[in-house]
């Protein structure tokens, strides 16, 4: 099953929920709300703009207790932010990925994995891929629960999905468009 998941910029931008909804309803399936620098009280502020109906389709990176709080669909770990699994059964994981291993190691615990920069990124300029598409097919270890993620745009999505990833995550190319 291909999927398309959309991940916010690190900072805001105008209407920046409307937009979400928007995308939710037309072409992504699910959206990663990701917000570093947000306080948890300004988080909620921003996570209460959207319709309760919408929040299982959100998953959130960084203060994580607040998917409870706010009834989102899941929640999203990283080497910074580990996972404490009795907290949140029940809900969406997944976890991000930056190399082969990293992926290997942790794919079976989550539902599925970000692994990036496939391609070089189009939001954090400098941030190459070091990853050979090539190999990526041959090797045969990438499955439907690995996303890719960096440098995603709509024209890759027929390699990707040769590859075998199982949906690619948006974002410089998503905000971009808008």
Known sequence: ??????????????DEQKKIIDLLDSRIDLFHIRKPSL?????????????IEIRNKLTI?????????????GVHFNLSSPYIKPIYGGKRKSFSCHNINEML???DRFDYVFLSPIYNSISKDGYKSKF?????RELGLINEKTIALGGITEDKF??????GFGGAALLGSLWKEL
């Open 132 to 136: 050979n598409l090539k190999d990526l």
């Open 39 to 51: 306080t948890e009280e300004q988080l909620k502020y921003y996570l209460d703009e959207f319709p």
């Open 61 to 73: 990176h960084y203060h994580q207790s607040l998917a409870l709080e706010f009834g989102l669909g």
């Open 158 to 163: 027929a390699e990707l999905k040769d590859i």
């Open 105 to 107: 190691e942790t794919r």
């Open 1 to 14: 099953m291909w999927r398309l998941i959309g991940i916010t910029p690190e900072k805001g931008v105008r």
